[in-house]
């Protein structure tokens, strides 16, 4: 398409489109003719949600998106406080709950380690972690991090900081393929690889 002979609103929003993760050149092209489309009232209420996205914050508990300083889940009086489900980001959260076999809280780490892209420790929420762990003192971690090296390395490494507070560490079975997303993998996958989680021994 001959770009220059778009508008340049359209182009602008083209060249928006095509920074979201997934989006090329052609899906921007197809998403942005799409909203052309749509009256007034749609586009105005589609700008109208994408500012509000900024209320959005993360829970100061676990880091789980919320509205207000602490999330859906922590302000839950019936889930299980002596179980603490360890992920990635909030879309395994909605994972895992999408299963409905896990009642336990989580803590969302914001990412993994990754020393190639410069991730280390105090880019994640690593340290309010293991305080929540000293003071919470939750009977049982689970790991659940991606099958991914960088899930491994962390998975690891949470397994040392975590040795010496007596809690049970463990990690989801290996249902999950390796190298696949938590986010990604489907509703019974997630609910074996709970059911079926290891205990990780301390060394």
Do not use: W
């Not at 994408?50 to 859906?72: A, D, F, H, P, S």
């Not at 991914?148 to 989801?172: F, I, M």
């Not at 390796?178 to 489907?186: Q, R, S």
Request: with cysteine; charged share 25%; net charge neutral.
């Amino acid at each position: 398409m001959a770009l220059p002979l778009l508008p340049s609103q359209l182009r602008n929003l083209l060249e928006d489109l095509e920074r979201l993760p997934g989006v090329g050149p052609k899906s921007a092209q197809r998403i942005a003719f799409y909203l052309l489309r749509k009256s007034p009232d749609t586009l105005k209420k589609f700008a109208d949600d994408l500012q509000e996205l900024r209320g959005i914050q993360r829970c100061r508990v676990c880091g789980m998106l919320t509205e207000r300083e602490e999330c859906q889940l922590c302000r839950d009086p019936q889930r299980d406080h002596g179980v603490l489900c360890v992920v990635e980001s909030p879309l395994d959260v909605l994972a895992i709950e999408r299963t409905r076999e896990y009642h336990g809280r989580y803590h969302v780490l914001g990412g993994v380690l990754s020393p190639l892209d410069h991730v280390g420790p105090e880019d994640l929420t690593i340290a309010s972690l293991a305080k929540r762990v000293r003071t919470e003192h939750p009977r049982e971690v689970i790991l659940a991090l991606n099958p991914s090296t960088e899930g491994e390395t962390t998975t690891l490494y949470l397994k040392q900081l975590l040795a010496d507070t007596g809690v049970t560490v463990s990690r989801l079975a290996q249902g999950l393929p390796t190298g696949a997303a938590l986010e990604f993998a489907d509703d019974l996958t997630i609910t074996r690889a709970l059911a079926g989680r290891q205990t990780i021994e301390k060394r």
